[in-house]
Each structure stands twice: as C-alpha cells, then as structure tokens.
C-alpha cells in the first residue's frame, strides 16, 4: 500500500469514526476531523472538506430531528453568534489562537466533568443569558474557529431533553457551517478539488451517521447525557493536543 492510499484509508476511518459520534450526539463531527486530519494535512486542505462535510451531514439528520429543535431558544442564540463573531476576529489579531484554544479546551473539559457528575442548571436559561451563551459562542468561533462547545455546553446544561438538545445542536452547526462555507467560497479556499475529496469521504460519513443515528434511538436519556459529555470531554483531549500541535509545528 502506497502512502497516499494509506492517507485515503485514515482519512475515510476517521470521518466514519466521527460521522458516528455527529449522528449519535449531533456534534463533534469538525473537532474530531480537524484534530486529526491536521497531523498530516494543512488546514486549508482539511476545513473546506469538513465544511462540506458538515453541511451534508446536517442535511442528513435535520429530516428526524426537525420537530424537536428548540426554535426562540436557538434564534436568540445565532444572535448572540451574530454579535460574538466580529469581536472574536477582533481579538484574533492580538492573541495566540493555539493559547485560546489550549485555555478553552482545558475550561471546556472541566464543565463537562462537573456536568457529567450531575451539576445541572435546574431552569431554563432567559433570552438575555441565552445571548450571552451565543456571544460566546461567536467570539470563539471568530477567534479560533471553536465555537461548538459553548453551544454545546448550553444544551446539555439546561433541561432540555435529549432530543431537544441533539436536534438544536444539528442546526446550529447546520447554519454555522454554511456560513463558514460561504465565506470560504468568497474568499477562494474552497475549490473543486475540495468537493471532490469530500464527495469521496461522503459514504463512510453516512455510513457512520447512519449507525449513531440508530445508536442515539435506542439510548435512555441518562445515558445519552452521559455518553454526550464524556465525547466532549474527549474532544476537549484532542483539541488541546492539536493546540499542542500547532505551537510546535
């Protein structure tokens, strides 16, 4: 085996690896490939493909889970992205993005520990703290392209059920992801060669999507919740390694 077709193998591993973890939990898909395409591809090779990627994925799951996204909660929310996101670009000139991310990833895994261990918000946050939530959100996004967890984090904080949590997370990253697409489209970074390489990467995606998807209608809703936070306890792993990454490349 060539080393390009070994490439191919890995890359196809992992986007099925992480297509299950998306079609179980309704996040995840970005972190895991990102992290781990990185090591071997540049981010201009690797963040168009998984944008497309994203996309299809959402495209995919958004039919079943439409009826239980929580709609005012979600569009206060992506105003809060909305105002988030140019201050996050702001702060992008004057600060290490590997530092950020290595500082969120390290905050990020202790809540999810404190969630998992059974802290809980035992209300559901008002529309001003949900566009607070959705502000933090934007300027990590703006900052160092992760603003996932914060939205995350809200979901699986509050209590909103785990259908609720699963499908408002689905189009969360449905819209961020095509916004992301579309300034890539604007401003070049996303070529033919790109959706070629995605429309190869499509079918183990799916295939992983279709069995996490089966996994999450057969989880209780503890389990769910638990088996949620522990995956983005281990994002928050490999987010810090790939900060790690970064500041020794």
């Known amino acids: 085996m060539n080393e390009s077709s070994a490439f191919l193998l890995f890359s196809m591993a992992t986007v099925a690896a992480a297509g299950y973890v998306r079609g179980y939990g309704g996040f995840g898909f970005s972190m895991i490939t990102v992290a781990a395409l990185s090591f071997f591809y540049t981010p201009a090779q690797v963040v168009p493909v998984v944008l497309l990627l994203e996309v299809a994925a959402s495209l995919f799951l958004l039919p ?4 239980s996204v929580a ?66 959100a934007g300027v990590l996004n703006g900052a160092a392209a992760i603003g996932g967890p914060p939205a995350i984090l809200f979901f699986f904080s509050t209590p909103s059920g785990a259908a609720v949590s699963r499908a408002s997370l689905i189009f969360f990253f449905m819209v961020t992801d095509i916004l992301a697409a579309g300034a890539c489209i604007a401003s070049g970074l996303l070529t033919p060669g790109h959706a070629g390489r995605a429309l190869i990467l499509a079918l183990p995606m799916t295939a992983g999507l279709f069995l996490g998807k089966r996994s999450f209608l057969r989880t209780s809703e503890t389990r769910f919740r638990k088996r949620a936070l522990l995956f983005l306890m281990w994002l928050s792993g490999l987010m810090l390694v790939r900060a790690v990454y970064e500041v020794a490349a």
């Open 64 to 67: 079943g889970a439409w009826p």
């Open 71 to 136: 709609w005012p909660v979600l569009s206060w929310m992506l105003l809060g992205v909305c105002l988030g996101t140019p201050l996050g670009v702001w702060l992008l000139a004057g600060m290490s993005p590997p530092a950020m991310k290595m500082a969120v990833a390290a905050i990020i895994f202790m809540l999810a520990l404190l969630l998992r261990r059974g802290f809980a918000v035992v209300r559901q946050l008002n529309r001003p703290e949900t566009i607070v939530a959705g502000v933090a």
